[in-house]
């Protein structure tokens, strides 16, 4: 779709490693300055039965916020039989709206991957603000 609007994006591709040596996954540009963008991603049928996204705990319980991005998106995911995805975003939310939602968010234990998340609604996601980003980045 970025490629389509002709946005110009940095992407870090897929990352394999520790959490310290992540990088940012992802940079859109607005006015010539690279905004640092998260994205959220769920399996469609996820997000419709709990109406939420998990996000990691660790950046919340040990106060690293300039590890959470300027502005998160969810985005959903359809998985077709022939092996292609389709995915649909639901929304953004700017890290200043972001970070306190967070600290009201309770921890909760991933029985599937042995580590604590926060999960949070997804109606604290705004898809004006989504397609306005979309909207406003830069071109390439």
Same mark, same amino acid.
């Given at each position: 779709?970025?490629?389509?609007?002709?946005?110009?994006?940095? *992407?870090?591709?897929?990352?394999?490693?520790?959490?310290?040596?992540?990088?940012?996954?992802?940079?859109?540009?607005?006015?010539?300055?690279?905004?640092? &963008?998260?994205?959220?991603?769920?399996? %469609?049928?996820?997000?419709?039965?709990?109406?939420?996204? /998990?996000?990691?705990?660790?950046? @919340?319980?040990?106060?690293?916020?300039?590890?959470?991005?300027?502005?998160?998106?969810?985005?959903?995911? %359809?998985?077709?039989?022939?092996?292609?995805?389709?995915?649909?975003?639901?929304?953004?939310?700017?890290?200043?709206?972001? &970070?306190? @939602? #967070?600290?009201?968010?309770?921890?909760?234990?991933? +029985?599937?991957?042995?580590?604590?998340?926060? /999960?949070?609604? #997804?109606?604290?996601?705004?898809? *004006?603000?989504? +397609?306005?980003? #979309?909207?406003?980045?830069?071109?390439?």
């Amino acid at each position: 779709m970025l490629d389509e609007r002709r946005i110009r994006y940095e *992407s870090a591709g897929t990352y394999v490693g520790t959490v310290e040596g992540a990088p940012l996954d992802f940079g859109m540009w607005f006015k010539g300055a690279r905004k640092n &963008i998260g994205i959220r991603s769920r399996d %469609v049928s996820e997000l419709r039965r709990w109406k939420e996204v /998990p996000y990691p705990d660790d950046r @919340v319980r040990t106060h690293e916020y300039n590890r959470i991005e300027d502005y998160t998106v969810i985005a959903g995911i %359809v998985f077709e039989e022939d092996g292609s995805a389709k995915v649909r975003l639901y929304g953004a939310i700017e890290k200043e709206r972001f &970070i306190p @939602v #967070l600290n009201e968010t309770y921890r909760e234990l991933s +029985r599937n991957q042995q580590e604590y998340f926060r /999960p949070v609604a #997804l109606r604290h996601f705004n898809y *004006s603000l989504m +397609r306005r980003l #979309l909207e406003t980045a830069d071109k390439a």
